[in-house]
């Protein structure tokens, strides 16, 4: 059993920065491969970045590639997720995942591929 509890989320304002932090226990995050997903009011939950259990290699959605960095913290237990240049379509509700049966070197884009969620953080975009 893994439990993950997400924080950092928040009110920022257009072009500003924010880094989600989501902490894991039960188990160590070394031998899962991660993920971030979003869901913003009135639309499904979409998949936003992900890194592998080794390497480590990373995938990002496009409508963020270049502003957000997946990141992992072996000691914390921890995984990250920086966000720069934000504007009104990243706000949402962010949740991290974890995925028990990857390989080393994948990075799952599907819901369906994670086996763990946390409660999800507020992130708000506002002008």
């Known amino acids: 059993q893994v439990q993950l509890v997400e924080s950092g989320g928040g009110l920022v304002q257009v072009g500003g920065s924010l880094t989600l932090s989501c902490a894991a226990s039960?188990?160590?995050?070394?031998?899962?491969?991660m993920g971030w997903f979003r869901q913003a009011p009135g639309k499904a939950r979409e998949f936003v970045a992900s890194?592998?259990?080794?390497?480590?290699?990373?995938t990002y959605a496009d409508s963020v590639k270049g502003r957000y960095t997946i990141s992992r913290d072996g000691a914390k237990n921890t995984l990250y997720l920086q966000m720069n240049n934000l504007n009104p379509e990243d706000t949402a509700v962010y949740y991290c995942?974890?995925?028990?049966?990857?390989?080393?070197?994948?990075?799952?884009?599907?819901?369906?591929?994670?086996?763990?969620w946390g409660q999800g953080t507020q992130v708000t975009v506002s002008s």
């Open positions: 995942a974890a995925d028990t049966g990857s390989s080393w070197l994948e990075t799952p884009l599907r819901e369906y591929d994670y086996d763990y």
């Open positions: 890194i592998s259990r080794a390497g480590p290699r990373t």
């Open positions: 039960g188990r160590t995050l070394s031998g899962y491969a």
